[in-house]
């Protein structure tokens, strides 16, 4: 809780954003993407086997920056767990100084590991290297 300069209570409210780690083709289209994210958020999302790069990326992530208790202080999670599905990661990050290396790992695991990132802030999907 912080106070204003006048004694008012104020609501102290954390900025985060959000990224989607896709394992789909990398020749897909950004709406196939957008399309991917849409049923990933909803109710319908196919039951199936683990896409073994997204367990690997997954695996990875949480070795260095873990989404399970006991929780660290510094941790850059907004919410945790991670929603982890068969073909996919959705996270939500802190802005700020404790989320660029994780930024950093992201961008390196999804190279790694052929994977799609989707920014729905930006509407912006970055596509594996090749």
């Known amino acids: 809780m912080l106070l204003d300069c006048c004694g008012r209570v104020r609501q102290h409210v954390q ?4 990224l989607d780690v896709l394992a789909i083709d990398a020749a897909a289209s950004d709406d196939a993407v957008r399309a991917m994210v849409k049923r990933c958020e909803s109710l319908q999302h196919p039951d199936g086997e683990l896409d073994e790069r997204i ?7 949480r070795a260095r920056y873990p989404d399970m208790p006991p929780y660290r202080d510094d941790s850059p999670w ?4 991670l929603d982890v599905g068969i073909d996919h990661v959705s996270m939500n990050m802190s802005f700020g100084q404790r989320s660029t ?7 390196d695991l999804a190279a790694r590991y052929g994977l799609t990132i989707y920014d729905p802030q930006g509407d912006e999907v ?3 290297h090749r």
Do not use: A, H, K
């Open 78 to 81: 907004m919410s945790m767990p």
């Open 101 to 107: 290396s994780l930024i950093d790992l992201i961008l």
């Open 15 to 18: 900025v985060g954003f959000g």
């Open 55 to 61: 367990v690997g990326f997954y695996e990875s992530l």
């Open 126 to 128: 970055t596509r594996p």
